[in-house]
């Protein structure tokens, strides 16, 4: 008889995006979180280890994986690559005569060997969109491991911040259905990714929220993205609509997402994105623009700067609840640890026959 627990069909798979998840085990997952966060997980992990391959820099992520997993009675090995940890070449056919040492076709089976479950943080190199958009070095862990890889901010994604922000927004707003999300573009000295403001759209439309998406012309999101928001939207009864202005979009707002991303249409093109950016320093988030929302909850992913993207009266003030976005990192990501190892279900499928599989 088949399993009732969706939970359990994610056992030994990849989580490299929300989308990779059904409704219902979207739904298992944040009930899951919900559950730890009030009770504690148990040492439901005991004896298992995650690699966390970090290509890039974190605070919350690497933290939270760690206290995570050492929570659930596991342990966490962090490889920061380049500090202490060889360089990894991730594209096929290169002459390795350069920085990199090692190719992930070795390094990722390798630490598949010693590893239950695997993370990695890749951000993109800033140079060639139609490349990055690929995400090839999230696809090569994906390509090279046969235990689950967890995209921890990746190009395109950062699932893991979404799940945490859903759960937010459910535990502050319980009902989500038609309830107004404003995603909006903030200034910042430099063209960050578009993975968090792309897993946030991608997670608000799962939830059947009214989206309104406030971005200066030229700051699109990724048009493949959009047309998933917007088909996820349509599924769950939620809408899409991009506005222009900064301030329109925040009247009668229940979130306030703010986010700062680098222009796609100048992806590459250091000066011409920077101009372009330069144009839009009045899109900073401060009290007079919370004020014409519904007392929406302000989230921001962090780490942000103060009165660059956002104001410090609105993050000292009562619409702020990027800390508890930040904790629910934890909760959520260890539902999503017990899962993927297969000890969240009964009918859960063990490593050894998952390897057996393939
Ligand atoms: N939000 C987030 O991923 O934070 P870090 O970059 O500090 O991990």
């Known amino acids: 008889m088949p399993s009732k627990n969706p939970l359990a069909g994610l056992a030994g798979r990849n989580f490299l995006t929300t989308d990779d998840l059904s409704d219902s085990e979207l739904e298992a997952l944040l009930e899951l979180a919900a559950r730890f966060k009030a009770r504690g997980p148990g040492a439901l992990l005991a004896g298992r280890i995650l690699g966390m391959v970090f290509f890039n820099p974190s605070l919350r992520t690497r933290a939270s994986f760690e206290a995570g997993m050492f929570q659930l009675g596991g342990h966490a090995i962090d490889l920061s690559i380049g500090q202490g940890v060889w360089k990894l070449e991730h594209r096929d056919g290169t002459v390795m005569d350069g920085d990199a040492a090692e190719h992930l076709r070795e390094a990722v089976p390798v630490l ?122 349509r599924k769950s009864g939620g809408s899409v609509e991009v506005v222009d202005g900064f301030e329109a979009g925040f009247d009668g707002a229940d979130v306030v997402y703010a986010k700062e991303w680098g222009s796609l249409d100048h992806y590459g093109d250091d000066a011409a994105e920077k101009a372009l950016r330069a144009r839009h320093t009045d899109w900073m988030v401060g009290a007079r623009q919370m004020k014409r929302t519904r007392d929406a909850l302000l989230m921001h992913c962090l780490p942000v700067r103060r009165n660059v993207a956002l104001a410090d009266e609105v993050l000292d003030g009562p619409w702020s609840v990027v800390v508890d976005e930040a904790e629910n990192r934890l909760h959520a990501q260890k539902a999503l640890l017990v899962a993927l190892a297969g000890k969240a279900g009964p009918k859960a499928k063990t490593r050894t026959a998952a390897r057996a599989r393939r």
């Open 112 to 233: 598949a060997r010693y590893c239950d479950l695997l993370s990695v943080r890749c951000f993109p190199s800033g140079k060639d969109w139609a490349v990055e958009r690929t995400d090839p070095i999230l696809s090569g862990f994906a390509a090279y491991s046969d235990v689950p890889v967890i995209n921890m901010e990746s190009s395109l994604y950062h699932p893991c911040q979404a799940l945490a922000d859903l759960l937010t927004i459910r535990e502050k707003l319980r009902k989500t259905k038609g309830k107004r999300f404003l995603l909006t573009w903030c200034r910042h000295p430099r063209a960050l990714p578009t993975a968090v403001p792309n897993s946030a759209a991608l997670i608000a439309s799962r939830a059947g929220m009214r989206i309104t998406i406030a971005r200066p012309p030229g700051f699109d999101l990724d048009p493949d993205i959009m047309a998933r928001v917007r088909a996820n939207a």
